[in-house]
């Protein structure tokens, strides 16, 4: 089993920055890909980054391009989202994800939340006008 928890969510103001971090435990040999969705009430989760442990591509929402950047530990056991120039917009729970090496193309984007394994319960973000 793989345990996924997520931390650092807090309240920023417009413009300012915040990290988040996931943690990924347990059988971890069964997580290749680790990924970032965020949702609001009454919305889809939306994709964020996602990005193999092994390298290759790592992609983006449309929204967060530019702004929001994922990086891994040496253990690649623990992801980072580092986000700048925070929007309201950017206001949401966000949640980590993993996923297994089963059927995982290299260049293919996986932001569809279903493609995803093990998620963790969620950190609030709260960007401030």
């Known amino acids: 089993q793989v345990h996924v928890e997520e931390f650092g969510g807090g309240v920023v103001q417009a413009g300012g920055s915040l990290r988040l971090s996931c943690e990924a435990s347990?059988?971890?040999?069964?997580?290749?890909?680790m990924g970032w969705f965020r949702q609001v009430p009454g919305r889809q989760r939306e994709f964020v980054a996602a990005?193999?442990?092994?390298?290759?591509?790592?992609y983006y929402g449309d929204s967060v391009k530019g702004r929001f950047t994922i990086s891994r530990d040496g253990a690649r056991n623990t992801l980072y989202l580092q986000m700048s120039s925070l929007k309201s917009a950017d206001t949401a729970v966000y949640y980590c994800?993993?996923?297994?090496?089963?059927?995982?193309?290299?260049?293919?984007?996986?932001?569809?939340?279903?493609?995803?394994?093990?998620w963790g319960q969620g950190t609030p973000v709260t960007v401030s006008a």
């Open positions: 994800a993993a996923k297994s090496p089963s059927f995982d193309n290299p260049v293919y984007a996986y932001t569809d939340v279903h493609e995803y394994e093990y």
């Open positions: 347990g059988r971890t040999s069964a997580v290749l890909r």
């Open positions: 990005n193999r442990k092994d390298g290759g591509i790592t």
